[in-house]
Nanobody, 129 residues
Framework: QVQLVESGGGLVQPGGSLRLSCAVS????????IGWFRQAPGKEREGVSC????????AYADSVKGRITISRDNAKNTVYLQINNLKPEDTAIYYC??????????????????????WGQGTQVTVSS
């Protein structure tokens, strides 16, 4: 059974940076898509970014483009989310998830949260001075 574990969250000042990690175990990811999502208090969970593990395709939500980079380390079965120039509105619990419904990542995939069928427990990111 696939397991995902997020780490790297914390309290950071506006303008700072964080790198979140998503370690995946229990399954190979050759044909999977890994997505990053976030949920702020009182708001719905939203897609942030995704990466296709076979071809490395990526996509980013408009709200974070230019500030976020998704990357992977295949040897470690880990996907990273680098967030720069953090803003208070980035405060949320960040989750990673996996789907095998799609062979590649795209804007369409980011917005189909329901097709991601295995989730991590989340890591809290708080941006505050």
């Amino acid at each position: 059974q696939v397991q995902l574990v997020e780490s790297g969250g914390g309290l950071v000042q506006p303008g700072g940076s964080l790198r979140l990690s998503c370690a995946v175990s229990g399954a190979t990811l050759d044909e999977a898509v890994i997505g990053w999502f976030r949920q702020a208090p009182g708001k719905e969970r939203e897609g942030v970014s995704c990466m296709g593990m076979s071809g490395g395709s990526t996509a980013y939500a408009d709200s974070v483009k230019g500030r976020i980079t998704i990357s992977r380390d295949n040897a470690k079965n880990t996907v990273y989310l680098q967030i720069n120039n953090l803003k208070p509105e980035d405060t949320a619990i960040y989750y990673c998830a996996v789907t095998r419904w799609y062979g590649y990542c795209s804007d369409y995939v980011i917005h189909n949260i329901g097709d991601f069928d295995a989730w991590g427990q989340g890591t809290q990111v708080t941006v505050s001075s």
